[in-house]
């Protein structure tokens, strides 16, 4: 890899505060991929897993995104394996709202009753009294919405939750929600090919909320050869690239690569240190709508 995008930490991404309260580095990491095959059960290589928390904190992430469904509940138990006690500043973010019935299997759960469930289960995870961000992970069809971020708001008022969050979400979503609790991040799926959520990242960045994009590099054909290409130019990485582009995109932009590798987690924070031009930036916007 050149030393030009070898960055000496996430700290170069910059900083977001989520809710005007909760400053975190702008390049996270996401903790799904330290699980099992079909994000269930544990990793391959608890060792690495483990490895892989504590290379992402060396190297200046201090904010970590997981969910109960991870496992599910092995993301949370490796993570406190690994970091806990934990770094002053770093915040953890998890989610509430999935039910796992097997391996790539997802059902959907977000009742009051359940949410309190999964809380309490999270803050016993993760050795916790409070969660600083919790996520609905999605609304869920046989249970109101409204219900959920409720259930939710009961818990923040109890203490246990510092900040509320959702994902997997719509724009009314968020507005709605928003009249119940004020919520601090969305996290929906997104990249410079992917652009479905755009109005939602738009309503973001207007309301000051931090947007957590998932699935990071989602490319056809025709993006993937402009990847490339700026790519070599940049003796970079595609992914690097792209979340190059992401951080660019928008001030509110939290993106949070996930690996099991110590190595590509060393190389997904050294796009914090890679800065495209502002015509590289045009090109992949372009092709990112026309995609």
């Known amino acids: 890899m050149s030393t030009q995008v070898q960055a000496v930490s996430a700290v170069q991404s910059g900083t977001f505060t989520l809710s005007g309260e909760l400053p975190v580095h702008r390049l996270g990491y996401g903790a799904m991929r330290i699980t099992g095959e079909g994000i269930w059960g544990p990793p391959r290589d608890r060792k690495e897993a483990l490895s892989v928390l504590r290379r992402a904190v060396e190297l200046g992430v201090n904010f970590i995104d997981t969910a109960d469904s991870y496992g599910p509940n092995v993301s949370e138990e490796l993570i406190a394996e690994a970091l806990h006690p934990y770094p002053k500043d770093l915040v953890i973010a998890t989610k509430g709202g999935w039910l796992r019935p097997g391996p790539n299997q997802w059902t959907h759960e977000a009742s009051p009753e359940h949410l309190r469930q999964a ?39 109890e203490g246990k939750i ?28 997104y990249s410079f090919a992917d652009r479905e959520w755009e109005n939602v990242l738009d309503y973001c960045e207007r309301q000051g909320i931090g947007f957590i994009p998932w699935f990071p590099l989602g490319a056809g054909k025709l993006a993937g050869e402009v990847l490339s290409r700026v790519a070599t130019a940049h003796q970079a990485s595609p992914l690097q690239v792209g979340l190059a582009w992401l951080l660019q995109r928008s001030p509110v932009m939290l993106p949070i690569p996930g690996t099991s590798s110590v190595k590509h987690v060393e190389e997904n924070i ?15 916007d372009r092709v990112g709508l026309a995609h």
């Open 119 to 157: 809380v309490e289960g999270s803050l016993r995870r993760l050795r916790l009294e409070r969660i600083d961000l919790y996520q609905l992970h999605a609304p869920a069809p046989v249970t109101p919405f409204d219900a959920s971020v409720e259930a939710l708001a009961e818990l923040q008022e």
């Open 162 to 189: 510092r900040l509320v969050a959702l994902s997997n979400v719509t724009r009314e979503h968020v507005e709605r929600a928003g009249k119940i609790v004020p919520i601090a991040s969305v996290q929906n799926r």
């Open 270 to 284: 050294a796009a914090a240190g890679l800065k495209l031009t502002p015509a590289e930036f045009d090109e992949l």
